[in-house]
């Protein structure tokens, strides 16, 4: 299965809001995750199952959608939060993750 | 709290094998709960799932790297291992071990990584 987000770059200032889009090329149901990847660091689990979001992650993120089309939603953006945010499809093996989203300050 | 740690050579030759270990602390790979997997990423790229495996040694993986990859758990040690056949530059990547939530099948916890370099 295929993963394809876009963009596969943005610009945003603190404080804005933001939305990245993964599409799977057929239907996952809702086994779909998003992680957070900083520069030497590994990826960081945000949300699993398209919008349950993960213990202790702040309730900026949000995420949604089912199928074939997600979103990863950060409201009022802070400085810690760019980063490179991937989307992983669970449904079937091989496992596979979108190409990546990174995010910059303007 | 639950610790992966990778360890292997950082620097492997050409059409060698690339042998790494993730010693798993805080948890039991005897866990029924998780498979545990590997994933690497080549500068500037993306993530690739190269495999993964359970407790009772059932292993499925990428078929892009089928032909020459091998993992292996070992319980008694609290570990498992990635195997990977005649590397080529192309290999050179951070590989992370991680582990691999039933169900949900997401990756809940992640080593820091190791980078493999393949070269003479």
């Known amino acids: 299965i295929q993963m394809t987000q876009s963009p596969s770059s943005l610009s945003a200032s603190v404080g804005d809001r933001v939305t990245i889009t993964c599409r799977a090329s057929?239907?996952?149901?809702?086994?779909l995750n998003w992680y957070q990847q900083k520069p030497g660091t590994a990826p960081k689990i945000l949300i699993n199952s398209a919008s349950t979001l993960q213990s202790g992650v702040p309730s900026r993120f949000s995420g949604g959608g089912s199928g074939t089309d997600f979103t990863l939603t950060i409201n009022s953006l802070q400085p810690e939060d760019f980063a490179t945010y991937y989307c992983?499809?669970?449904?079937?093996?091989?496992?596979?993750f979108g190409q990546g989203t990174r995010l910059e300050i303007k | 709290q639950v610790q992966l740690q990778e360890s292997g050579p950082g620097l492997v030759k050409p059409s060698q094998t690339l042998s790494l270990t993730c010693t798993v602390s805080?948890?039991?790979?005897?866990?029924?709960?998780?498979?545990w997997s590997w994933i690497r990423q080549s500068a500037g790229q993306g993530l690739e799932w190269i495999g993964r495996i359970y407790m009772d040694g059932s292993t499925n993986y990428n078929p892009s790297l089928k032909s020459r990859v091998t993992i292996s758990v070992d319980s008694a040690k609290n570990q498992f291992s990635l195997n990977l056949s005649a590397v080529t530059a192309a290999d050179t990547a951070v590989y992370y071990c991680?582990?691999?939530?039933?169900?949900?099948?997401?990756?809940?916890?992640w080593g820091q990584g190791r980078v493999v370099t393949v070269s003479s």
């Open positions: 992983q499809q669970g449904y079937s093996t091989p496992i596979t």
């Open positions: 805080g948890a039991s790979v005897s866990s029924g709960l998780y498979f």
């Open positions: 991680a582990r691999l939530s039933f169900g949900v099948v997401v990756f809940d916890l």
């Open positions: 057929q239907p996952i149901s809702k086994l």
